[in-house]
């Protein structure tokens, strides 16, 4: 087969339910059953559930009470995100040995750019292939969806699942993406289906046929987006992932100090700070660093390796826990920082288990807030400093 110009193959491989999947693995019992995991109370939320459970209507991000309602026999399991994140990063590893290029889309995703390999090997059976070998080597389901381009390989995927595979062939993207529903691309969310639909637009075909300057005037630059979409028009390129990625903030000290209620704000308010920015990139991260300089210009560091997470509770106490363990010499500190590194893509949903459903609004307001009037106008009282100590420079960085 010659490669076309402008010809990609990109895979998007997904791992099924795959927190359920896990769940699965480690008690072979609740295979087949309808399972929630998530928070244990009635309060918290539904951080996913099994295809059998599904059929009652239920799905992530819904109120745990209500799902009970909808299912009362469902069996409710509590998250362990430290196991999800050990899986996650075990197909990663296998992933990375195998394929040349490959995007982490999240914590149980990727696009793999294949672009070149059917001339040697075969796109399809190389897919083929990895999926055996994720399985074999992890033990969970894997499905995925072959294309031409990103957003065809993730709906071609969400159309196999579970367990399954698919390709769609250069040139048919139009075809294949014609008789669903609207919803099915991503990027359409509620408000703007509910939208679409008021106007008597349910079908990707139907919404591929309204002219481009319409789409404009109905919805400005996303509507141009939304037509291209539509349209199976898809140009983004396959991010070469790199755990090294990294956000850091370390602060100087106008005066060297021991005052440990002032270190602690520091980093409270530094923490804050970072998680702030991963929640506004829609990131999380897997491993954090603190960094300690002394007066004498000694500069110690420690890090470690966690559950993905962007959750100020959760980050300031691993940071303090770190710092902790860290500050052993008792001696005056120079310089101070905090560095959030193994950034990958996530949200709210796929971050917060054991957090109720007024907990997860919490972080959206305060994010909302910060967003609109600056982080400094919102933080936490154990971030204040109280004018006690001053820093000196400050430093943000980007890896």
Do not use: W
């Not at 290029?101 to 059917?118: H, R, V």
């Not at 289906?193 to 789409?215: A, F, Q």
């Not at 400094?376 to 004018?387: D, E, N, W």
């Amino acid at each position: 087969m010659m490669l076309l110009s402008g010809e990609r193959h990109i895979t998007h491989m997904d791992l099924d339910t795959f927190f359920v999947s896990v769940e699965q693995l480690r008690n072979p019992a609740l295979k087949g059953k309808p399972i929630l995991v998530g928070g244990e109370s009635n309060r918290s939320v539904v951080a996913s559930c099994s295809y059998e459970a599904r059929k009652y209507g239920i799905h992530s991000g819904m109120a745990m009470k209500a799902a009970r309602r909808l299912c009362s026999h469902a069996i409710i399991v509590k998250s362990d995100y430290d196991a999800y994140t050990k899986y996650s990063r075990l197909v990663t590893d296998v992933v990375r040995d195998t394929v040349p290029l490959f995007e982490k889309a999240s914590i149980d995703e990727f696009y793999i750019d294949l672009t070149g390999m059917d001339r040697f090997f075969g796109c399809l059976k190389f897919s083929d292939e990895l999926k055996r070998k994720v399985i074999k080597e992890s033990g969970l389901p894997i499905s995925f969806g072959l294309a031409s381009n990103k957003l065809i390989s993730k709906v071609a995927t969400n159309e196999v699942k579970p367990n399954g595979r698919i390709e769609i062939s250069f040139g048919d993207e139009k075809s294949f993406l014609s008789p669903l529903s609207i919803m099915k691309i991503p990027g359409i969310g509620k408000e703007t289906g509910y939208k679409l639909m008021k106007m008597g637009v349910e079908t990707v075909k139907v919404l591929s046929e309204i002219p481009v300057n319409m789409m404009y005037n109905l919805m400005g630059k996303s509507g141009i987006e939304l037509h291209r979409k539509a349209n199976g028009i898809d140009e983004t390129p396959v991010v070469p992932y790199r755990e090294q990625k990294s956000i850091s903030h370390e602060e100087t000290f106008q005066a060297d100090t021991t005052d440990i209620r002032f270190l602690y704000a520091t980093l409270v308010r530094m923490t804050e700070r970072l998680a702030f920015e991963l929640r506004s990139q829609r990131r999380l991260t897997g491993c954090i660093a603190v960094k300690v300089r002394y007066s004498d210009f000694q500069t110690e560091q420690r890090q470690l390796s966690i559950a993905y997470t962007a959750s100020d509770h959760i980050l300031i106490r691993e940071v303090k826990d770190l710092f902790d363990r860290l500050y052993a010499r008792r001696q005056l500190i120079r310089l101070i920082g905090v560095r959030f590194s193994e950034l990958i893509p996530g949200t709210y949903q796929a971050n917060l288990f054991e957090d109720t459903e007024e907990s997860l609004q919490l972080y959206m307001a305060i994010d909302s807030i910060k967003k609109r009037f600056g982080e400094g106008y919102l933080f936490r009282a154990a971030g204040f400093t109280g004018g006690g100590q001053e820093g000196g420079g400050e430093s943000c960085k980007k890896g």
